[in-house]
T-cell receptor
Framework: GENVEQHPSTLSVQEGDSAVIKCTYS??????FPWYKQELGKRPQLIID?????GEKKDQRIAVTLNKTAKHFSLHITETQPEDSAVYFC????????????FGAGTRLFVKA | GAVVSQHPSRVICKSGTSVKIECRSL??????MFWYRQFPKQSLMLMAT?????????EQGVEKDKFLINHASLTLSTLTVTSAHPEDSSFYIC??????????FGDGTRLSIL
């Protein structure tokens, strides 16, 4: 089955700097890659997603890149703000005989003011 | 955006009690709902996938007789933790989707078994 690895587990940056979180996946059939932000005790919220037919997607300060050949994808947050502090999860989804999403272990991002 | 409501948000009960958690998609028809379990500072672990009108598909290691899932309508799925024990204490969270909507998560249920 699918296995998603996420690094780093913890990331601390200064306000205004960029943050990069990287994930790899194992199942070449995975074709949808969402990223979620989860604040303490709250629901994960979808912040950006990318499908396998696209290499890059950007939404304001957030961008995601996908390398299907290498089976890795990354989240880039520019001009970080303290409110960006949260846990970020990458995920890989596959739809073979049913839709399934496997999550990475999460990255705890701290943005220092 | 799409809204998924989960109830209750917090449950504290005695060992041996059965607990039912509801997950409702409020503004779209959810052909598929998922149930996850999340331990403190850990990721979301998929427990089961629930398709409307059919039996849930459980992940390896998840006891289907322990965690009963019902998806009777396109807007409601329930998870019942039967004869709960302290080791079942966790944060349970559902999500819902269809072919036009990505997964949207409920607010989660924090279950504490004494």
């Amino acid at each position: 089955g699918e296995n998603v690895e996420q690094h780093p587990s913890t990331l601390s940056v200064q306000e205004g700097d960029s943050a990069v979180i990287k994930c790899t996946y194992s199942d070449s059939a995975s074709n949808y890659f969402p990223w979620y932000k989860q604040e303490l005790g709250k629901r994960p919220q979808l912040i950006i997603d990318i499908r396998s037919n696209v290499g890059e997607k950007k939404d304001q300060r957030i961008a995601v890149t996908l390398n299907k050949t290498a089976k890795h994808f990354s989240l880039h947050i520019t001009e970080t703000q303290p409110e960006d502090s949260a846990v970020y999860f990458c995920a890989a989804s596959v739809n073979t005989g049913g839709f399934k999403t496997i999550f990475g272990a999460g990255t705890r991002l701290f943005v220092k003011a | 955006g799409a809204v998924v409501s989960q109830h209750p948000s917090r449950v504290i009960c005695k060992s041996g009690t059965s607990v039912k958690i509801e997950c409702r998609s409020l503004d779209f028809q959810a052909t598929t709902m998922f149930w996850y379990r999340q331990f403190p500072k850990q990721s979301l672990m998929l427990m089961a996938t629930s398709n409307e009108g059919s039996k849930a598909t459980y992940e390896q290691g998840v006891e289907k007789d322990k965690f009963l899932i019902n998806h009777a309508s396109l807007t409601l799925s329930t998870l019942t933790v039967t004869s709960a024990h302290p080791e079942d204490s966790s944060f349970y969270i559902c999500s819902a989707m269809n072919s036009n909507q990505p997964q949207h998560f409920g607010d989660g249920t924090r279950l504490s078994i004494l």
